[in-house]
T-cell receptor
Framework: QQQVKQSPQSLIVQKGGISIINCAYE??????FPWYQQFPGKGPALLIA?????SEKKEGRFTISFNKSAKQFSLHIMDSQPGDSATYFC????????????FGKGTSLLVTP | DAGVTQSPTHLIKTRGQQVTLRCSPK?????VSWYQQALGQGPQFIFQ???????QRGNFPDRFSGHQFPNYSSELNVNALLLGDSALYLC?????????????FGPGTRLTVL
């Protein structure tokens, strides 16, 4: 049973555009929502994470928006660059340490020049 | 400061064989989690080790077992390999006492079962 649903499966964006990836969850025990970036042949790298006490978190060109009532969260990549081309995974878990991360199926992002 | 390291990088085995994968956590971390990532899928949680004991386990059969050593490094063992065990095996480390579930992943071991 997929506890975190991610869309779209793939995304093509022109350089300079905005990439948007969406995730939804059902388990109300989840209160930690990280995003990971994975390049081919590499392990996932923690990109940015949010707790539900804020509705938005921004780090550089990456922004997480969080809607607690809808149980949805999204990653926005502003001014997308070809170097951002990678697979992005959302995840969710209880916030305290020691819990398994529940991952979405991933979004393959291609940023064209 | 070394991050999470895993060995070997690649491994090819045949059905029925056994395999051992190794992981060294990020410096200062005390908890190791193992994930299986099938091609084109998100990582799936296998189990987690802390203080040399298995704390949590995902929906994986008993053919998957692990161990954590006093220096916090860990091993993942898979017995009676099946074709479906072919995947990227990821190790993630974290600090249990840190209070936050930030998990940092290694580069993974690519296991191919023929």
């Amino acid at each position: 049973q997929q506890q975190v649903k991610q869309s779209p499966q793939s995304l093509i964006v022109q350089k300079g555009g905005i990439s948007i990836i969406n995730c939804a969850y059902e388990n109300t025990a989840f209160d930690y929502f990280p995003w990971y970036q994975q390049f081919p042949g590499k392990g996932p790298a923690l990109l940015i994470a949010i707790r539900p006490d804020v509705s938005e978190k921004k780090e550089g060109r990456f922004t997480i928006s969080f809607n607690k009532s809808a149980k949805q969260f999204s990653l926005h990549i502003m001014d997308s660059q070809p170097g951002d081309s990678a697979t992005y995974f959302c995840a969710a878990s209880p916030a305290n340490s020691g819990y398994a991360l529940n991952f979405g199926k991933g979004t393959s992002l291609l940023v064209t020049p | 400061d070394a991050g999470v390291t895993q060995s070997p990088t690649h491994l090819i085995k045949t059905r029925g064989q056994q395999v051992t994968l190794r992981c060294s956590p990020k410096s200062g971390h005390d908890t190791v989690s193992w994930y299986q990532q099938a091609l084109g899928q998100g990582p799936q949680f296998i189990f987690q080790y802390y203080e040399e004991e298995e704390r949590q386990r995902g929906n994986f059969p008993d053919r998957f077992s692990g161990h954590q050593f006093p220096n916090y490094s860990s091993e993942l063992n898979v017995n009676a390999l099946l074709l479906g065990d072919s995947a990227l095996y990821l190790c993630a480390s974290s600090l249990l006492a840190g209070g936050r579930n930030e998990q940092f992943f290694g580069p993974g071991t690519r296991l191919t079962v023929l």
